[in-house]
């Protein structure tokens, strides 16, 4: 009986020993919602053991003590439109990555996109398509999720699906057999076959594309037919998972929110009455205001300098209207258009079209987390994981200490 005891109480203590204890005491904490002056966090292996005022927590002997002066601790920042295997288009073009690019240099840099993102506080991203190399995205997933690699969580979309014709790269000799940059799907049947064959090789989120430059002279146009997005739809939901689509057309995105998507990306068709009909039926809003500017940019505009170009100033109009409309709005930059690792330009730009810097942070955590169905990401909160980023100075007040990061957790484990 008592070598029972006595084993008993060695397998106790050595139960007792095995649990990592932190202890992180920043000068203030941003918990997903609300800004807190004084706040410590302690962390039990991977996940929040508790949080709130100092004097009111218990600090077991045993946890490791971390300070961070002058540092504001917030949950790990979820990048909402994300490509990784998609690098600056002044480096090469779109049509050149997918067509001159082997899938191994393309994966290849896609570990060092990953590695970047979760460098700079960004632990999780919503993956949008690999553009034409196919379901890669999922093996660098598996990759991350076993420490093959380092990098953020991830939620992937595989290939994306388009109308047949729609989509790039395209070719002046019609009978040239060239890969593309997504699936081509048309009508019910071939629909559900694309969203469940995606499905069935990893898809975390169906990625559909509404509209596209496919129109005359190669203007934006709608692609698929109400009842084909109402189809993606009822087939991704049935699954639990969410629908994001592509749309830079107001009758694009009509369709989408008729079809009852989750968040329309870009969002450039916008018009005070879809955005009303948006925010009645809980459809968010990814506006990837850094790619637009970023691909001015390519283009010659020089921010500051020149006069801004017709595409930001609509951008900066279909911002606003959501705003005013009250549209949920997500963090999302389209990185992969502009370098990753840079993902917090997004966050800059949110403040400087208008919208309140803790509500910028809310969309980085909390927001994306809710509209992306990851229900213990997003928040400092007892039971949550201990996915979180310190930064120098208070973001709340200036936005721009996102990008000073100083140190970076996944899973309780400090990456950086």
Known sequence: ????LFGILIF?????FAQKLTLLKPDRVFDGQQMHEGWWVLIKDNKIEAVGDARQINVPATAETIELKGQTLLPGLIEGHSHL????????TWNDQVLTESRAERTARAVEHAKATLMVGFTTVRDLGTEGAGYDDVGLKAAIEKGVIPGPRMLVATRAIV???????????TEAV????????????????????????GADVVKLYADYRWGLNETA?????????????EVASSSGRIVAVHSSTTEGMRRAIQAGVTTIEHGDGGTPELFKLMQAKGIALCPTLAATESISGYRGWKKGVDPEPEGVKHKHLIFTEALKAGVTICMGGDVGVFTHGDNAKEML?????GMKPIDVLRSATSVNAAVFKLPNLGQIKVGFLADLV????????EIKAVKEVRKVWKDGKMVR
């Open 85 to 92: 295997f998609l690098h600056p288009y002044n480096e090469t």
């Open 390 to 397: 310190s930064v120098e100075g208070n973001p709340a007040n």
């Open 1 to 4: 009986m008592k070598r029972l």
């Open 178 to 201: 060239i890969p593309k940059g997504a699936e081509e799907a048309d009508g019910m049947e071939g629909i559900t076959r694309a969203v469940r064959s995606q499905i069935g090789h």
């Open 221 to 233: 146009a709608p692609t698929f037919t109400l009842e084909e997005l109402k189809k993606a739809v």
């Open 349 to 353: 730009l949110m403040v400087e079209y």
């Open 12 to 16: 106790l203590s050595n139960f007792s």
């Open 163 to 173: 109308a047949t014709g729609s989509y790039g790269p395209k070719s002046a000799v």
